[in-house]
């Protein structure tokens, strides 16, 4: 598979990712209203630690992928010095991204077995920690597949690999690559 489609597939990854943070707005904010009594201040402060943490997390993931789109844009440009650190960023973002969702949904979590959980508040935070497993699922393939496309980016032929590159070299030099078939009018089929 070339680096520019596993790059899209990891633009998806993130998304993902993206679209299940997006999804957590309206239970949290429902159960933050329901929390809001004095009676009930622990659980308040731990929905402030999640929604705090999440919000680190969103801005890990907005980084992974600004630096995803980066790399893709380096690589359809020919630049590729900087792809492999690139990737690695995006893989240390993606980390980034799964602890802080890891450290919120474990404090959620603490407030489904509060004895004091209302029916929908607990429904509502089922609902959130669901969405964030699936947000945490979406970094952590994506981090997986920075890390691989890093390391295949490190090895010194990775680059010839590329068709795009081998096209490239080819017109430079102004002959057709080898083992691409191009058209009547030379251009790749």
């Known amino acids: 598979m070339l680096t520019l489609d596993r790059l899209v597939i990891l633009d998806a ?3 993902r990712a993206r679209l299940q ?3 957590l707005e309206s239970p ?3 159960v933050a209203e329901s929390s809001g009594t004095a009676v009930e201040l622990r659980p308040a402060q731990r ?3 999640a929604s705090a943490g999440l919000e680190r997390a969103r801005a890990y993931l907005r980084a992974a992928h600004e630096t995803t789109r980066d790399v893709a844009d380096d690589m359809a440009h020919g630049s590729t010095s900087r792809v492999a650190e690139d990737l690695r960023l995006v893989k240390r973002s993606c980390a980034m991204v799964d602890e802080l969702s890891g450290q919120a949904a474990r404090h959620l979590a603490a407030m489904t077995r509060d004895p004091s959980a209302a029916d929908e508040r607990g429904r509502d ?3 959130a920690l669901s969405w964030i497993d699936q947000a945490r699922s979406g970094a952590q393939a994506a981090g997986r597949l920075a890390d691989e496309l890093a390391a295949a980016q ?3 032929d990775a680059a010839e690999k590329e068709p795009a590159v081998q096209r490239l070299r080819a017109e430079q030099q102004g002959c057709p690559p080898r083992g691409i078939s191009t058209g009547v009018v030379g251009v790749p089929r």
């Open 47 to 49: 929905l402030l630690w």
């Open 21 to 23: 943070f997006d999804r």
């Open 125 to 127: 935070l089922t609902a």
């Open 13 to 15: 990854h993130l998304d």
């Open 154 to 156: 490190r090895s010194p």
């Open 28 to 30: 949290l904010s429902r």
